[in-house]
């Protein structure tokens, strides 16, 4: 029998970004507020000091902040008829883990959405006609405008102190920012970070051919900043231990040095960790849910009441434990009925390599987001009709690390080992920059997630399934990239070019490292039969259920998922806070 | 000319003298080391390798990045000892994998799918490399000839040889990677001595602090490494 605790008003599953916005909106409220985190407790002191992080081998290759695979994954197969095989250890992907989430070892790429990518199936169908949607092809509106979330995206800016080079301020264009991002109410609270080598030749560049350089916005501090919950963040020393690591410097937007601390302050809210979610617990109705079942740090089971459930557990975790607790339809993509699960999409890329014998780049002096991009391929620029693909892609030249584990480039066909490994590595180490493309994944009728028939995790229960592979129309798009990107890298004239794009007939790949922008499952929209949430991000079966997180996502953006992710959640704490808890039950009649 | 077996040690006598006096000990804050700093390959008692298999991973190691001019050896900067401590290790034990059944052949895309662990996978490859060396050598790994090595190492690298219940380049690519963990790793892990791969290459270690570097462009950065305790080359 489980041991049963005090109840309370909200409980949130997971203390990644999503439940550290939520549960700061909530306690705003005045409500009893208690967060489950399966993982570990963190801060930045003393987890992330100096000089502790400064260790490649330890966060960088053996991935010591990420989710372990022996208590937490899942499964992958590219087809139907296959049978899944786990992902027994990281790659593709890197989950997070403990309290903070993956938000603690990102890189801070802090993008907005394209308006039209909100709109996507709209947009596609009024500007080039219904019929250039391939027929597998399942992309749809996320029910919610780029409008709406404006205010949104203006405060987390602000939360994250964001720094950056706006483009576009209510319509009105700035030289040297993106014109074709959507209009911002304000420009980014923080000038863009300093520029390194591979910036200004990236730039030169990009405007000798015509196109729109800027700096990519980042959520690695330029300048001391305190943010709306007056939590203060210093000038990020481009330390070049920023993705996989936790900041050592109080300098990259994370839920500990943006939010937490504050957070920490209400007494109305409290957290536990190393608190694992079985389920979420449902009334004899099936209509409305009682709380959720964990396991506590010793072992034990607990059931915690509450009259509001929060998930927040990223991605595709979110959409397991819907699946676990019973919550909406499962999907099946044979007959397609169903909803949990439909429309998992990922995010394609590509890059090159530009080797120089001359020049010294010094690739430790990076930082996460240190990087210059040009926004001319985005999907509100590229004419779908008469490049027979739809999507987009960011091109970014970024130098974040020079780990030398990782960070070892070589031109195509260096021997990769012997006196002839060793002389390559000490005579271009250094002399190397990249051009990358960063781009949109549509989504399919054959690309979903559900539980596994073979696979268990230690409490016995099932591991969440993942089919998935590219299909031809995100590989023309990546092909377009690698035209555009190689004509760039070429007018750079290189010594060594490498380049690495997915051809036709490539399947996924679980091994290289891509991106953790895992999407879909559990995605938000207007119709029940087509969508598991309503645009407020509650769940359309059961009300007192809300899930947060690009889960919510119906088909990949072409950019970084967080500032999305961060803005819906308060889109969802705004509808709970003025709607919800004022008459609770159904934000949007089915 | 063909090397003869013992080598490979004579080459990492050799590099050992040529190492001496780069260690300055810095005011660093100490992390508890993982192997002492001033250990030294020929008095190192490897804690999970056999003789026979210590051998085999000298041997190897000294292959996969021989000692010359350009920069330091595998030997020469304890990688082999790396190795070892790996073993016991988390890495070592796959203690952060899901090693459940059913296991299953996948294609190559859908990741590790073996039931072995990293340790395993040396123990099992190189016991199936060395009889098969003996096989056709009648000699052991380690006393082949360099050229001899370096063919083999090709072979288990392009999966050419069949062991029973082990794959050539699962072992090769665990052993690979490896080397250059150990190598470029921070010297805490027990390689990397007196950070001379890095010196070699130009990365400035645990520094992890450069705003004021950040627009001085196109001059090679001019400090030394640091390392987690403190150490300076
Ligand atoms: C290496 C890396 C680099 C990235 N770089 C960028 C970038 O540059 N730009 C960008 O926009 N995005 C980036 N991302 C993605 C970004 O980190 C995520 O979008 C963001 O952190 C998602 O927030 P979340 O709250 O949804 O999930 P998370 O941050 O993952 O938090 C979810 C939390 O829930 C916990 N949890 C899971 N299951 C349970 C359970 N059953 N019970 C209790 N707790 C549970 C997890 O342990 C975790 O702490 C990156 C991610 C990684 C890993
Ligand atoms: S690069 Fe900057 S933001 Fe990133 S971890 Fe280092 S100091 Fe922090």
């Known amino acids: ?590 | 000319m063909e090397s003869r077996p013992d080598d490979s040690r004579r080459r990492f006598m050799k590099g050992a003298l040529w190492m001496i006096s780069a260690t300055t000990l810095g005011t660093g804050v100490m992390l508890s080391p993982t192997a002492s700093a001033a250990s030294s390959l020929q008095d190192y008692k490897p804690v999970f390798f056999t003789p026979d298999e210590w051998a085999f991973v000298l041997a190897a190691c000294d292959r996969l990045i021989p000692a010359d001019d350009t920069g330091p050896s595998a030997l020469e900067a304890n990688v082999p000892i790396f190795i070892d401590l790996q073993m016991q290790g988390d890495f070592g034990q796959a203690r952060d994998w899901y090693m459940k059944g059913p296991f299953f052949e996948a294609p190559a895309e859908l990741g590790y799918q073996s039931p072995l662990t990293p340790a395993q996978t040396y123990q099992k490859g190189i016991a199936a490399t060395n009889t098969y060396c003996r096989q056709t050598f009648s000699k052991s790994f380690a006393e082949l000839s360099a050229e001899q090595q370096d063919q083999l190492l090709t072979l288990l690298q392009k999966d050419a040889l069949k062991f029973d219940g082990v794959s050539a380049k699962q072992f090769f690519d665990f052993l690979l990677q490896n080397t250059k963990e150990g190598y470029f790793a921070d010297p805490i892990h027990g390689g990397n001595k007196n950070m001379e791969p890095w010196k070699m290459i130009g990365f400035p270690g645990a520094r992890a602090s450069y705003l004021e570097w950040v627009d001085l462009h196109n001059v090679k950065y001019p400090m030394g490494p640091v390392s987690l305790n403190g150490d300076r080359g």
Not at chain 1, 88 to 116: Q, Y
Not at chain 1, 140 to 151: N, R, T
């Open chain 1, 1 to 590: 029998m489980a041991r049963q605790e005090k109840p309370v008003d909200v409980v949130l599953v997971g203390l990644g970004w999503t439940n550290s916005i939520m549960g700061m909106e909530l306690a705003q409220e005045g409500l009893s507020v208690l967060a489950l985190e399966r993982g570990e407790d963190r801060d930045t002191v003393p987890d992330f000091a100096y000089p502790k992080m400064a260790d490649e081998l330890t966060y960088g290759v053996r991935y010591k902040l990420m989710a372990k695979p022996a208590k937490s994954t899942i499964t992958v197969r590219h087809s139907l008829v296959e049978t899944a095989v786990p992902y027994r250890h990281l790659g593709s992907f890197l989950p997070g883990d403990g309290v903070g989430g993956a938000g603690t070892h990102w890189n801070g790429h802090t993008w907005r959405p394209m308006p039209e990518e909100l709109e996507l199936r709209s947009y596609v169908e009024n500007t080039f006609g219904k019929d250039i949607i391939p027929k597998d092809m399942t992309i749809q509106d996320y029910g919610v405008s780029y409008a709406e979330l404006e205010p949104h995206f203006d405060f987390f800016d602000k939360v994250l102190g964001v720094s950056g080079q706006a483009g576009n301020v209510n319509g009105k264009i700035h030289e040297g920012g993106n014109p074709f991002e959507g209009p911002r109410s304000n420009e980014y609270p923080l000038p863009p970070l300093k520029r390194t080598l591979n910036d200004d030749l990236f730039t030169q560049i990009a405007k000798a051919n015509g196109l729109h350089p800027f700096p990519l916005p980042s959520s690695n501090a330029s300048a001391a900043y305190t943010n709306p919950y007056g939590m203060q963040l210093g000038p990020c020393n481009f330390c070049g231990f920023c993705e996989r690591f936790g900041c050592l410097n109080f300098s990259k937007a994370s839920p500990q040095t943006c939010i937490l601390g504050a957070l920490k302050q209400h007494k109305n809210f409290s957290y536990r960790a190393n608190s694992e979610v079985l389920k979420v617990e449902l009334a004899d109705d099936k209509k409305t849910a009682k709380g959720v079942t964990y396991i506590d740090e010793q072992g034990e089971e607990v059931f915690q009441p509450a009259k509001l459930v929060i998930v927040g557990t990223f991605a595709y975790n979110n959409v397991r434990l819907l699946l676990l607790s019973g919550i909406g339809q499962p999907y099946d993509p044979v007959s397609n009925t169903g909803t949990v699960g439909r429309n998992y999409a990922y995010q394609t890329m590509g890059g090159a390599t530009l080797f120089f014998k001359d020049k010294f780049f010094n690739p430790f002096i990076g930082a996460g987001s240190n990087a210059t991009t040009v926004d001319d391929y985005a999907i509100n620029q590229i004419d779908f009709a008469k490049e027979g693909f739809i999507g987009g892609s960011y091109l970014l030249a970024a130098q974040t690390n020079g780990q030398p584990i990782r960070s070892m480039p070589l031109p195509t066909g260096s021997p990769s080992w012997g006196a002839g490994w060793k002389k390559a590595t000490k005579e271009y180490y250094g002399h190397s920059m990249s051009i990358s493309s960063h781009g949109s994944n549509m989504s399919y009728r054959d690309c979903y997630l559900s539980l596994d028939p073979n696979y268990k995790d230690d409490h016995g229960l099932p591991l969440l399934r993942l089919t998935f592979d590219w299909k031809d129309n995100d590989i023309r798009m990546t092909q377009f990239m690698k035209g555009k990107v190689e004509a760039l890298a070429k007018g750079l004239a290189p010594d060594h070019l490498n380049t690495s794009f997915k051809d036709f007939g490539a399947k996924y790949d679980v091994r290289p490292y891509q991106t953790t922008h895992n999407v879909g499952g559990a995605i938000m929209g207007t119709d029940p039969k087509t969508s598991v949430l309503n645009r407020y991000l509650q769940s359309w079966d059961v009300h007192n259920v809300f899930v947060l997180g690009s889960s919510a996502f119906p088909q990949n953006l072409q950019y970084n998922p967080t500032m999305l992710v961060g803005a819906l959640a308060y889109w969802s704490a705004k509808a709970i806070r003025e709607q919800y808890l004022k008459k609770p039950g159904p934000l949007v009649q089915a």
